[in-house]
């Protein structure tokens, strides 16, 4: 550890990712700004009957390309994506961790509910056979199992955590993450989120509360996700994972690493008014 100094600043210099829209950054910035959607319709379950019926699934991704097989049997999927999105970072920072800095280099890595599918197979397989649930599933449902993996696969020892706020989790453990590396706690630090929301039950809970978005009248289902229109009326779940690595600027400079932006500030706040409805 160093001491705090909050004047250091902070740079991006990795970034990975695991979306709908493509599970490498050069494929989904390329889809993105030819304006390719990754909505779909639901084909993880029959969807007929809901108002509702688009999601960002990912397809045609070998979860074992990024883990054991055995531990990816074991886990969510959410674990794997944050894994394969922070080594996809870590690879595009160039950053090596070994004896020398490993205690030097944290994990902030969230999820807003962790591995629900995991425990709801758990559930159904213990009304039928209860000596047959996994005695892997509990550490591996967690939100915060993908940090600690992701410490697991990187061999990074520095401080690890997994900060839960709905929403707002990737925001908060990038925000916080730099405010590490200022307060002296490491200089390096792998942060971003993963979620697999994607379960029937789950779907069905946001649908209800009215707040899944529908298309514009007569287009399509891609034309659901538009935050910044006007129109705007609702979101769309989605599956995925994305990771930063962040770093003291002067070491990242020293190391000659490619910066991308600053974390140049960071607030949070709440209305203490209701957990769904803004004041």
């Not at 699934?57 to 990024?66: G, P, S, T, V, Y």
């Not at 999927?77 to 280099?105: P, Y």
């Not at 690890?160 to 307060?183: K, P």
């Not at 129109?231 to 910066?259: P, Q, T």
Request: with cysteine; aromatic share 8%.
């Amino acid at each position: 550890m160093r001491k705090p100094d909050f004047s250091r600043r902070v740079a991006v210099t990795g970034l990975g990712i695991v979306s709908p829209v493509g599970t490498d950054i050069p494929t989904a910035w390329a889809n993105l700004t030819a304006g390719r959607s990754g909505l779909r319709q639901i084909t993880y379950w029959d969807a007929s009957n809901l108002e509702c019926q688009a999601a960002g699934e990912i397809h045609d991704f070998d979860l074992n390309a990024w883990m054991d097989f055995k531990a990816v049997r074991r886990t969510d999927k959410n674990v794997v994506f944050g894994v394969a999105a922070a080594k996809q970072a870590a690879a595009d920072a160039g950053l090596v961790i070994d004896a020398s800095n490993t205690e030097e280099v944290g994990v902030y890595f969230g999820s807003g509910v962790g591995g629900p599918g995991l425990m709801a197979d758990a559930i159904e397989t213990m009304h039928t056979r209860p000596r047959s649930v996994s005695p892997f599933f509990i550490a591996n449902m967690l939100p915060d199992t993908a940090s600690g993996q992701i410490a697991i696969e990187l061999g990074a020892r520095g401080p690890n955590m997994c900060i839960v706020s709905a929403c707002s989790t990737g925001t908060h453990n990038i925000g916080e993450a730099a405010e590490g590396i200022r307060r002296g706690d490491f200089h390096t630090v792998v942060c971003g989120s993963t979620e697999t929301p994607l379960f029937e039950v789950g779907y069905v809970g946001f649908s209800n509360m009215r707040g899944m978005g529908t298309p514009r009248d007569g287009e399509g289902l891609t034309s659901i996700s538009r935050p910044f229109d006007r129109s705007r009326n609702g979101f769309v779940l989605g599956e995925g994972a994305g990771a930063m690595v962040l770093e003291d600027l002067e070491i990242a400079k020293a190391r000659g690493a490619r910066v991308y932006a600053e974390v140049v500030g960071y607030g949070s706040a709440g209305d203490a008014w209701d957990l769904i409805q803004p004041v």
